[in-house]
Nanobody
């Protein structure tokens, strides 16, 4: 099982940008599709974006398509989420996880890190 540590969140004004990082432990990281999820206060966890193990394919939810870009560096066991044109609706705790990435993303394991808080002010 792979474990993750998320970072890069913070407070940003609407229209601003942030880059989140997800560092994984474990030698099996390159073999996993990885996804980002978010959970806003009072709401359920939402799948945001994912990338396949070899980085060849990605998926992004319609709510973030064209604004968020996912990438990975298998040599660094790291997945990134570049977030641009942020809006207050993007305010949430962001988590990464091993997933099955296709026309959506499904968690492989019920194991979650602490996440990183993103707050977008209007």
């Amino acid at each position: 099982e792979v474990q993750f540590v998320e970072s890069g969140g913070g407070l940003v004004q609407a229209g601003g940008s942030l880059r989140l990082s997800c560092v994984a432990s474990g030698s099996t990281f390159p073999g996993h599709d990885i996804g980002w999820f978010r959970q806003a206060p009072g709401k359920g966890r939402e799948g945001v974006s994912c990338i396949t193990a070899n980085g060849a394919s990605t998926y992004s939810a319609s709510s973030v398509k064209g604004r968020f870009t996912i990438s990975r560096d298998n040599a660094r066991n790291t997945v990134y989420l570049e977030m641009n044109s942020l809006t207050p609706e993007d305010t949430a705790v962001y988590y990464c996880a091993a997933v099955v990435c296709g026309f959506g993303l499904l968690p492989k394991f019920d194991s979650w890190g602490l996440g990183t808080q993103v707050t977008v002010s209007s």
